[in-house]
């Protein structure tokens, strides 16, 4: 058998981490399918709930931008969605009208804390079989 050239381990390793980047956020869909949400709202679900702790604290959609794994299009769409549902509401920045505003409603609140867990035991479950076969 030939012997892996440095390039080659660093692209196998590479695929790997896309392999399980792809393989949870299929499953983490699956978990949170049935309460009407998939990976990508509920990441920003999490980072609002992180980021505006306390009930009326907004965050910059711009700060989300680096965060999520979204174009801002897209980004912007899926808070569109989630507003339509009821989960986020929208503002503009008083101080920068071009800035735009978005904070967690109650029931995107309520929402988020009940399907935590199902997110949680997803990335549990997921990073500690690939922890094992890294071993």
Known sequence: ???KTADARLEERWRDILAVHARTMCEI????HPHGLGASDFEVLDILA??????????????LVGRVHLS????SRLIGRL??????????CAE???????????????????VLPL????????????QGESS
């Open 1 to 3: 058998m030939a012997v």
């Open 29 to 32: 869909d699956r978990a949170l």
């Open 50 to 63: 992180s980021e505006s702790p306390a009930e009326g604290d907004q965050c910059r959609v711009q700060n």
């Open 72 to 75: 801002q299009s897209a980004l």
């Open 83 to 92: 507003e339509k549902d009821g989960l986020v509401k929208r503002s503009v």
């Open 96 to 114: 920068d009208r071009r800035g735009v505003w978005v904070a967690l409603t109650r029931k995107g609140r309520a929402l988020h804390a009940e």
């Open 119 to 130: 997110q949680r035991a997803v990335l549990e479950r997921m990073l500690s079989e690939q």
